[in-house]
């Protein structure tokens, strides 16, 4: 079945650093997400995107949907305490008989020191 | 306007025994998925239903999981009998249509309940 690969498995960063992390499929999606997880609580929606080559901003937040449909990156400047927590990224080919069913990967695990 | 609700928020059995998780997804959501979570890993989507019918339990272990979505609204999710392997937290998620990449059809997720076997 289709596998996500994310990088770094944990950062661990100061206070007001960018940060990037990145997701690699074995095959191609339609659409990438990307979520944040904080203890305790579900998956919460950061930024989606629906075309290759994509480049979309939330803020602070910067993501971009790669060319070959495979990647996808997530770039967070200036990080604050609050962005603590634990960052997946998720493919989905929306549409037809896939009802939007998405595969995540494995998450980065984000420590922000103040 | 009110989240996904699940309940209970924590559960410890021993193994062999049966546990059931309840659902009750955003108001007028036709969607709703339930996940898998293990330590570590992303979430696993375990099924999905549109309105009441299935549409993706390939990844449902039916020989001691089920689930169902009675009129459309509210769901449950049973395992019978647990295994140690089945520790990990159930999310369940909602989204409008569940049909395309469209803001309408994001997937809001509940907090989940931590199941623990011992």
């Known amino acids: 079945g289709q596998q996500l690969n994310q990088s770094p498995q944990s950062m661990f960063i100061q206070e007001g650093e960018d940060v990037s992390m990145n997701c690699t499929s074995s095959?191609?999606?339609?659409?990438w997400l990307w979520y944040k997880q904080d203890p305790g609580e579900g998956p919460v929606l950061l930024i989606a995107l629906y075309k290759a080559g994509e480049l979309t901003s939330n803020g602070r937040l910067t993501a971009q949907f790669g060319i070959t449909r495979k990647d996808s990156f997530l770039n967070i400047s200036a990080s604050i305490p609050s962005d603590v927590g634990i960052y997946f990224c998720?493919?989905?080919?929306?549409?037809?008989?896939?009802?939007?069913?998405?595969?995540f990967g494995q998450g980065t695990i984000l420590t922000v020191h103040p | 306007e009110a989240g996904v609700a699940q309940s209970p928020r924590y559960k410890i059995i021993e193994k062999r025994q049966s546990v059931a998780f309840w659902c009750n997804p955003i108001?007028?959501?036709?969607?709703l998925y339930w996940y898998q979570q293990i330590l570590g890993q992303g979430p696993k989507l375990l099924i999905q239903?549109?309105?009441?019918?299935?549409?993706?339990d390939s990844q449902l272990p039916k020989d001691r999981f089920s689930a169902e979505r009675l009129k459309g609204v509210d769901s449950t999710l049973k395992i019978q009998p647990a295994k140690l392997e089945d520790s990990a937290v159930y999310l369940c998620a909602s989204s409008y249509s569940g049909t395309s990449g469209s803001g309408g059809d994001t997937q809001y997720f509940g907090p989940g309940t931590r199941l623990t076997v011992l």
């Open positions: 108001s007028g959501h036709a969607t």
């Open positions: 239903f549109q309105n009441n019918g299935v549409v993706d």
């Open positions: 095959s191609i999606f339609n659409t």
């Open positions: 998720a493919g989905t080919n929306a549409g037809g008989t896939s009802y939007g069913k998405l595969t």
